[in-house]
């Protein structure tokens, strides 16, 4: 029964990762990647020489952080608020209306909300209004472009995100909220001291897991969204390693780039994964 799968895996899995071997050439096109001379480690080494490595490195890392704090913090924040909500039929709505916003793509949602942002768009068009300021070229302005980045993301994920809250929050004993109830808590003492106790652990899992996508940065996101006058705050490694291999033509300088943000991510995996055995009691292998 697993013969299927272990050999679509091996297909476009496994086999693939053979062409790594190109950061370590000097690709010919017609002598093929296996035809090609080595180049050893040149290309790593231009690579830490480059000036734009030491800026999309921070770009990555800082846009990544910033991502995983923000959609943890209004995840739950919003399940808080959800769990507190009575009626169940107001409940199960509201959860269903802010998780539609993630099966969309960000091709389609970049175009929405680069008709938005837009110059002769809808928000311009009400600043303008309200006080009859000239329009803001959003994704020209290196502030105003992370802000849109980081909102969007929000926007898009949070609710998927709440969910996983939301299922350990209907975990927690109702009986300790009886018996708070005796003791005249209020709502803020039962939020300190039995709702964040009991899902801190959920927390923290979700915290550690989400270090394993901190050189991803989101790529969709960014590339559908980005321009060049915005690289300076906005350029990841995947958006870098797509320039460099589909529109300068350097292949192997590319590979060189994945394979070294590659292997550093594994790095995060394995750490992620001892952090999460050891504070978050989840174990994945």
């Known amino acids: 029964m697993l013969f299927p799968s272990i050999v679509i895996l091996a297909i476009f899995s496994i086999y693939p990762t053979l062409g790594s071997i190109m950061a370590f050439k000097y690709f010919d096109p017609i002598a ?50 959800l769990h507190e909500i009575k009626k169940k039929w107001f409940k199960k709505s509201v959860q269903t209306i802010v998780y539609l916003p993630f099966f969309l793509s960000w091709v389609i949602m970049a175009g929405i909300f680069k008709d938005f942002f837009s110059i002769d768009g809808m928000i311009n068009g009400i600043v303008h209004k309200l006080n009859g300021s000239e329009p803001t070229m959003f994704f020209s302005s290196n502030t105003w472009f992370m802000i849109i980045i980081y909102v969007t993301d929000v926007w898009k994920g949070f609710g998927f995100n709440a969910i996983v809250f939301l299922a350990a929050l209907t975990s927690i004993n109702p009986n300790l909220y009886e018996a708070a109830d005796v003791d005249g808590a209020s709502r803020w003492a039962k939020l300190v001291n039995i709702t964040l106790p009991s899902i801190k652990g959920t927390v923290v899992l979700i915290l550690i ?77």
């Open 32 to 81: 093929g990647i296996w035809g090609s001379p080595w180049a050893g480690l040149d290309h790593f080494k231009m690579l830490f020489q480059i000036p734009e490595f030491k800026q999309i490195t921070i770009n990555t890392i800082t846009i990544s952080v910033i991502k995983i704090i923000l959609n943890v913090s209004c995840a739950l924040a919003f399940a808080l608020l």
């Open 209 to 285: 897991l989400s270090l394993q996508g901190i050189l991803s940065g989101g790529f969709d996101q960014i590339f559908n969204l980005y321009n060049p006058l915005v690289y300076q705050v906005a350029d990841i490694y995947d958006t870098y390693i797509y320039r460099m291999g589909f529109q300068s033509n350097q292949y192997e300088f590319a590979t060189a780039v994945g394979l070294f943000r590659s292997a550093v991510a594994f790095v995060f995996i394995l750490v992620s994964q001892w952090l999460a055995e050891k504070y978050g009691e989840y174990k994945v292998f």
